[in-house]
């Protein structure tokens, strides 16, 4: 197999993954159909538009036509044939996507500590500021400081990892 039918699979698995985002985004499309607001405010066209149908006709076309699409996306020079990787790439491969994860999860925390600290700034109406950081709260954030350094490393150092590994390994 080529790249682009790696890629063309992927682009059905986003396909799908579309679809279903539309399907959910339908539920406003009837509810204002049937009853012409939505939660109280007016539902434009274009909202609906962008919310149900855009999604919804996209997601059909990456279903059906999936290789033009990668093979658009792919230039000529890339597309060679796929050479097997060897047991250190696999390797590699595995500890940098673990870094990826981990420290996607990670900056996920963190912008919402981040927002919270944010937030904690500002005072209430009566003037006072609200303790939004318990100490668990607090355990958690240097938790959250960890495992975003965990994963940079992850990322950064997966080869050097990697050889520690297997040379322990032999």
Do not use: C
Request: net charge positive; no cysteine; hydrophobic share 55%.
């Amino acid at each position: 197999m080529n790249p682009h039918h790696y890629l063309a699979i992927l682009i059905r698995l986003f396909a799908i993954g579309l679809f279903i985002f539309s399907i959910s985004q339908s539920s406003y499309f009837f509810y204002s159909i049937v009853f012409g607001v939505g939660q109280g405010f007016e539902i434009s066209a274009l909202q609906i538009f962008m919310s149900f149908f855009l999604p919804f006709v996209i997601s059909v076309v990456l279903w059906f036509f999936p290789v033009i699409v990668a093979k658009s996306i792919l230039k000529p020079e890339i597309d060679q044939a796929i050479k097997p990787i060897n047991k250190d790439g696999i390797s590699f491969l595995i500890i940098a996507t673990l870094g990826l994860y981990v420290t996607f999860y990670a900056l996920v925390d963190t912008v919402y500590y981040f927002s919270l600290w944010q937030i904690s700034e500002l005072s209430d109406g009566y003037g006072t500021i609200r303790n939004f950081f318990p100490p668990d709260v607090k355990a958690n954030i240097w938790a959250t400081l960890i495992e975003l350094v965990l994963g940079v490393l992850l990322i950064l150092k997966s080869k050097t990892i990697v050889k520690k590994v297997l040379e322990i390994a032999k």
